[in-house]
């Protein structure tokens, strides 16, 4: 039975780089945006044949960014 869901997310840009969150919490960098989602959906999928959770990759738009983070334009 799902007790909860667990989200993965990456976000960065090409200049800083890419974040590897689970749950917000930072779990890797990459500076390659395709390595950093090949990472997240590898440790996803990892954790979806427990059973015991459901997960979610996403990637982050430009909007989700603080103004340190954002991307030149």
């Not at 997240?40 to 059973?51: D, K, L, V």
Request: hydrophobic share 40%; proline share 1%.
């Amino acid at each position: 039975m799902v007790t909860n869901r667990i989200e993965y997310c990456v976000a960065g840009s090409r200049r800083n780089g890419w974040k590897v969150l689970r749950q917000n919490r930072q779990l890797a960098h990459r500076r390659d945006m395709f390595d950093a989602v090949a990472l997240a959906t590898h440790i996803a999928e990892r954790e979806a044949r427990t059973g015991s959770s459901a997960v979610k990759v996403t990637l982050a738009d430009k909007h989700s960014f603080t103004e340190a983070e954002a991307p030149l334009r």
